[in-house]
């Protein structure tokens, strides 16, 4: 089944900008350009994916979509310890690599606890090592057990007092599925920039559609034609080029120095990247001097998404051994930051994903 499916079951709310009809016509509709191009940022309470793995007793947030079904996945009770089993192991183990991710705390309630034998208990977010299943026999199976002995802890990602917080949720979504899905696609490409980002653009607006966030005629010209290959190193004068307002930049670019000040090269240094971006989250959520909202606390939760996303990736490379991430933000990230407020969520991620594949 291929990811970009499971999106059939999604309840979502369709924004009312444009009214699509279904019905092929023989001639193309005439797209007239309109002054503001840059699709808008969708509000984060209006996005209800259940961003996560699924399990028969509830959803554990991860970078998949929790209302898909998929491997086979249940909750259970490995050697007495709550375990993530997935039957389809080697699916699994090729979408998230040596470690799933558990980016929320996930409590095991007293229903939860009588039906699976073990005590109730918060497992805490993190890194979690998927292996085998260790029977002795090889079953395809493999598990994320929770323990202590088989995590990284990191900070739960996931803020509620963050109203955009779902925003930087699908960006992590839709990067994942979309590079997952089409890394044969991207490969056979060579590195050709201007194909590389056309595929990725095409890929993202399908998965848009199917998350029942569609872009507008005038939208989709856009985010085909807008030049994503810039020095995003300079993020101080990328920031400046937005249409934000003065005091909101100058916001931003305090909190960008403040992450960029901050080096990554463990779980442990993610952990402390997390909790900072989360605490300059909550101290805007109510701050009633920003002039746009809505725009600054989803570049702030992008950052701290992908910051993430882009650690964890590598951290749980399939294959092992791979380049490790930069120690300090690499331009695919700031290049998703700044996306978010150049073109909005398509933007954003093509823009990263197009930036990673052209310096990786």
Known sequence: MKFR????ALTLVTFSLVVFS??????????TPVDSKAPTIPSGSRLYIHFGTSTQMGCMYSFSN?????????????QDRPALQFDQGDDAGQYFGQYFPLTSDYVI????????GIPEQTIPAGFYALRDVATGQATGKRIAQFGPEFSHPVAKLVNPENPQDNIGQLHNLSVQVILHENKDAIKALNGDKKAIQQLLTEKMIEFMVESEL???????QYVKTVDLYRDYSNYAARLDETHLSA?????????????????????????KFVQTLTERENQLSSDATLNDPKTVLSMISVLKFSRYFWYWKSFSSPQGGGTPEPSMIPDWVWADVIGMELGGPVVSAVASAAVYLDQR
């Open 247 to 271: 005091n909101d930049k100058k916001v931003l670019l305090a909190i960008f120095d403040e992450a960029a000040s901050i080096p990554v090269s463990s779980p442990e240094e993610l952990s």
């Open 214 to 220: 569609p872009l507008s005629p005038a939208e989709e």
């Open 66 to 78: 929790c209302i898909w079904i998929g491997w086979n996945t249940a909750l259970t009770n490995f």
């Open 22 to 31: 279904c019905a092929k016509t023989e001639d193309a509709p005439v797209i």
């Open 5 to 8: 499916n499971f999106f059939s």
């Open 109 to 116: 309630d007293a229903a939860a606890s009588e039906v699976l």
